[in-house]
């Protein structure tokens, strides 16, 4: 059963309340959790995936978006392979929050890491941020975009699976920062990639 | 992949598969089958070759069992393999370890809250059991990420605390079994500690003992062991583990989980953790952790005042635990660093409330620490933060200079407080002394009585500084505690009583003192005589306060009412002395003006006023009231004493200010003299004299100053005026200034004695014609203190040193040409050349 072939990753980000728990419960445990507390720290969950007939790990970080659990949060940062950053489309703020979030991102995590924003809660008619604003934010950022609603179970499929398909990709071409090696510092160097044996060395 | 439910081919399975298989019961809830345990544990033993073998089989049934919820048989492999890790040898152990942590691995990826509780009681297990070998390839990232976010869980009801146990069980684990081989897994990379110390604190700052306002933290059920109890554990054995180069990696994330949680206003939970660290941390690192909180004050210099405050009141509260342990560069590095805090709030606020408050908390930090420090480095201290402080000077100080200035003298006084004299001489070091008389004249008075507070504190080693706090003639109801000065106390009051007494005098005539200057310059008198008065210095003590009755009867600049004040002053130490040293005679005679003063003129006695009755009579018309110097010798004559001295002109003559400054000044060479009487006071006086035979015979051969014979017994150029002509340490001066004052002061030839000028006016002038000169040249010094600024002063004071050398060759040979014409005295002063450029490289 542990017969995964690639483990990677991800950790979400973004403000609290732009729905981080809601998009990882949803693709977790396919549910739209009703009324959960915020995060507090860090929470995990995992999911195994089958891409191109591989099954492939996905270690999913999911941090609070408050600001006293930086400190911790960004620990986080460092170790993993894509970062979905994400953003409420009917809330400016967690928008014009992104620079910042951007910058604690170059600080803290590897250069080699994937990066993501999504634009959560399309459902809503309340719409604050357009769709090509989004989009622009992130091609200027050299990011992937994607906008989701963990409500509607929409794109939130997707979100992961590209990622798993990417991260899938990278390896292969052996791009990918590798955390398991026997140095604990990331260099962000091109190196082997995670495959089931490497894997089980407990990454 | 295996069924392993198909009885039929179960006979053509591998023996440990099946022996694997027969632990586990039908149903899950009849638990672990015992025997057939026991028969897999036996087979594991004596096969160890199989045990990886067990362990991977093991580990896929429970991954299948996980992922078809059948929670049940999930805990039976899992208890089946602590059984086998316990079990097994360690040599064998290896690869089944493996297998074992991909179990506990894998329960932990559940979000089952029970598997995730059971496997970090496994892991738990295996962190104890000691590995033979240990797998460098191992690595504990996952682990470290896993628990410290179940450290932080949020699931409903009692399971959240349970998993936060488990958490901080789990941290605990993955510490002690990495701890002590880096090669394994560097625990103190900060991608742990960034981890593991915020997930401790964020569970001990849960705790409700530092939030009691809160007031309904619900009690844990006694058996329960609840997170804030044992995330505090772990912490202590975290930091008890450190070693010096990874206290940082601890202290940092938990300086910075305070800064993020705004934990520092209000700081009782600051202070705990702090205190915790403290106490756990190995006691030589202890230096580190404040040394750690200073430098977070510089990175907060920006933050609000109150957050300041706030750490600098941790640093102040654990600041004693260090001193214990600090010794020699840490502690002048601590206080150096917190001055310079001082420093630097005084620059950058000058008189909002909250910084002072900041500054206060700094200045407690600073006391706490020299608390705790043994006495001798106290007095290091206390020179180190003399040597800090800016030198006053008219005009030219910026209310900042100032501020710097009090601020400074109150750390001073903070440190002084904790200090216990014992012997004099020990606390003040010439080099601490003279800088603080200097002090003494600032021309802020809140600064002068500072100074006097200083002394009073170091003076008083008998606790009666309450008793004498104001003048009084009631001195029987005093109680005063007394003991006889020691021997050193007497060489003390010998060698450094004519400096004090002058700088004491000197500022008596400050016009700007007010009730509470002259009330702190009596006390310390007061003390001084307590402390210090014997037979042989009674008339030091008698003359200066003739002295200061003299000043408030000729002194035009002080007001009548300080006038007032200096009478009641001196009525109130002419009590006190023959008191303390038992001269009835006198005491009576004391007893006798004051009686009379007080039908007459109850305004030359305590209580000192700010005003007095308009019709208070000028002491000047009532001189019956007043002490008369010839009644005075007569009464220290019945007493038993020799009063010649006494009777002789007093070094406090009728000069008004500034007279007594400069009253020494070049006198020595006079000639023609009763020089073979003088004394070279002890100490390093003579060192240096000795050390420079021909000034030595210059000084002996000299004629005192006057004809009085206290001048004899007193080091000249200690004279208060010689104090300030030395260059004075300031605020951003090295120790070097300060040391070369003290150099400089041992060698007692100050530059401006031994100019060629004076040097030639001394040998060829007459004596009439040179006082006069002095006393304009005094009045000139006078006004320069009093105006110049401070760089100009210290320009004018600098060494010129190859000048000097030059004049002074000049000097000798002059000398020498003349020789014919001179004294045998002369004679031998040249006679001596050679011996005095040779001890003295340095000029
Ligand atoms: N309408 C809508 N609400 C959402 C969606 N995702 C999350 N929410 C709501 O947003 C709030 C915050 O969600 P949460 O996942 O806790 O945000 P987090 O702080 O980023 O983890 C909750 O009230 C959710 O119900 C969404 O896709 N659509
Ligand atoms: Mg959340």
Known sequence: MEDFKFLFKVVLVGNAGVGKTCLVRRFTQGLFPPGQGATIGVDFMIKTVEVDNEKVKLQIWDTAGQERFRSIT??????????????????????DCLPDWLREIEEYASSKVLRVLVGNKIDREDREIPTVVGEDFAARHNMYFLETSAKEAENVERLFMKI???????????????????????????????????????? | MFSGCCGCCSALRPRYKRLVDNIFPVIPQDGLVKSNMEKLTFYSLSSPEKLDRIGEYLFQKAARDIYRKRYGFVIIAMEAMDQLLVACHAQTLNLFVESFLKMVQKLLESTEPQLQILATQSFVR?????????????????????????????????????????????????????????????????VH??????????????????????????????????????????????????????????LRPVLRHFDLHKLWVPNQFAIHVFRIIMFSIQAQYSYTVVESLMAHLDENSKSSPTIRTSIADVLSKIIAIAAGESVGPSVLEIINSLLSHLRDSVRNG?????EKQYQEALINALGEFANHLPDYQKIEIMMFIMSKIPFPLVDNNTPADNLLQSILLKSLLKVGTKYQTIHLNTTFPVSFLEPLLRMSLAPDPDMRLLVQKILHTLIDRHNNLEKLSKPTVNVHELELTMEKSSRPDLIFINKHGPVIYDALYTSLQMDTNGVENIEAIYTTLALLCVELASNETIIDLLQLVLGIQNLALTNNDLSNAQKFNLHAVVASLLTLIPIVLNIKPLADYAAKIGKARKHEAPHLLPDLLVHYPANSESANKLPHLLVDQMAICEFVKAGGLDPTRLAQTSPYGAGGPGAVAGNHRHSWVESGARGSIMELPGGQDVDSVSSSPGVQRIIIKEKPPRTSEWHCEVNRHQSWDALFKFPVPRTSSDRSITSRILRRTNNKLPEEELTFESMKKVLTEPPEARKEAEAERREQLSHTFR??????????????????????????KSLSTTEANRSPIDREKKSNIPVYEQNFPEL
């Open chain 2, 787 to 812: 105006t110049a600024t401070f760089s100009e002063l210290l320009h004018r004071t600098q060494p010129k040193h190859d000048i000097l050398q030059n004049k002074l060759n000049e000097i000798f």
């Open chain 2, 193 to 250: 500690m960034d981890k593991i110390v915020p997930s401790l604190l964020f569970n001990m700052q849960e705790s409700g003992f530092h939030m009691k306002e809160t007031g309904n933290i619900e009690e844990a059920p006694e058996d329960q062991v609840d997170p804030p109890m044992l995330a505090e554990t772990c912490m202590r054995e975290l930091v008890g583990r450190a070693s010096f180069g990874h206290i940082r990696a601890v």
């Open chain 2, 350 to 354: 000058l008189s909002q409330t909250d």
């Open chain 2, 126 to 190: 295996f962190a104890n059991i000691e590995e033979d070998t240990p797998s460098y390839h191992r690595r504990y990232d996952f682990f470290v990420s896993k628990f410290s976010a179940m450290c932080h869980s949020n699931e409903h009801g009692e399971v959240r605390d349970k998993i936060r146990v488990a958490g901080i069980r789990g941290l605990q684990a993955v510490v002690r079994k990495t701890v002590s081989d880096d090669l394994v897994e560097n625990i103190w990379e900060p």
């Open chain 1, 74 to 95: 960004q620990s986080y940062y460092r170790s993993a392979h894509a970062l979905i950053l994400v953003y409420d489309i009917s809330c400016q703020p967690t928008f």
């Open chain 1, 164 to 203: 798993a398909e990417d991260l899938m990709q990278q390896a292969r071409s052996k791009d990918l920062p590798r955390y398991d090696s026997n140095t604990t510092n990331i260099s962000g160097r091109t190196s082997a990639v995670s495959d089931n044996s490497c894997c089980s060395k407990l990454a």
